[in-house]
């Protein structure tokens, strides 16, 4: 069975930083575009940022862009997702998310997610 | 493109149908994916290409549309089926709508 599993979450102060890491289990990463989708308490979805199979194009959110930078190690089967100069508002359940061959951007396998939460 | 999700919450008895819709602010043909979510679960894909069932999915779900109009439609509603639902285009999702138990 395919899966994924985040960690990297925590509480940080507004400005500060976190990096968030993703392991797939059943599958390996490098024939796949992955995403970070982000859920704050009660509301609904937001994608957050996605990574060609190799790492050679990045796309995001305007209100992430300049301060998030996704990453993918494929020999290290590893996706990750640094965020800094974190803001109140990016506190939320980060997910990690396998996209469906063919670039449509449809997610069909799910972590269980990691919490930030950006407070002081 | 903003994705309109509408009702925002939809009570239904169980073994009625839905019929939930979203509605795109610009022309976005069929690339369009439906996700199901139960509280404190991770979002699940439904549907797929605007009618295309995932792997695994009831045939009593199914999808319509294309353009700026989509329906997602759940026939004879079982317990499991009360759950949040989101439109998707690429990098957007709907706001969701709550089906609910009546």
């Known amino acids: 069975e395919v899966s994924l599993v985040e960690s990297g979450g925590g509480l940080v102060q507004p400005g500060g930083s976190l990096r968030l890491s993703c392991t797939p289990s059943?599958?390996?990463?490098?024939?796949?575009?992955m995403s970070w989708v982000r859920q704050a308490p009660g509301k609904g979805l937001e994608w957050v940022a996605n990574?060609?199979?190799?790492?050679?194009?990045?796309n995001y959110v305007d209100s992430v862009k300049g301060r998030f930078t996704i990453s993918r190690d494929n020999a290290k089967n590893s996706l990750y997702l640094e965020m800094n100069s974190l803001r109140v508002e990016d506190t939320a359940l980060y997910y990690c998310?396998?996209?469906?061959?063919?670039?449509?951007?449809?997610?069909?396998?799910w972590g269980q997610g990691t919490p930030v939460t950006v407070s002081s | 493109v903003v994705m309109t999700q509408s009702p925002a919450t939809l009570s239904v008895s169980p073994g009625e149908g839905a019929t939930l819709s979203c509605r795109a602010s610009?022309?976005?043909?069929?690339?369009f994916a439906w996700y199901q979510q139960k509280p404190g679960q991770t979002p699940r894909l439904l549907i797929y290409?605007?009618?295309i069932r995932a792997t695994g999915v009831p045939a009593r779900f199914s999808g319509r549309g294309s353009g700026t109009e989509f329906t997602l439609t759940i026939n004879n509603l079982q317990s499991d089926d009360f759950a949040v639902y989101y439109c998707?285009?690429?990098?957007?999702f709907g706001q969701g709508t709550r089906v609910e138990v009546k």
């Open positions: 059943g599958f390996m990463l490098s024939p796949y575009w």
């Open positions: 998310a396998r996209e469906t061959p063919g670039g449509a951007c449809y997610f069909d396998c």
């Open positions: 990574i060609k199979e190799d790492g050679g194009s990045e």
């Open positions: 290409d605007a009618s």
């Open positions: 998707q285009h690429y990098g957007t």
């Open positions: 610009q022309s976005i043909g069929r690339k």
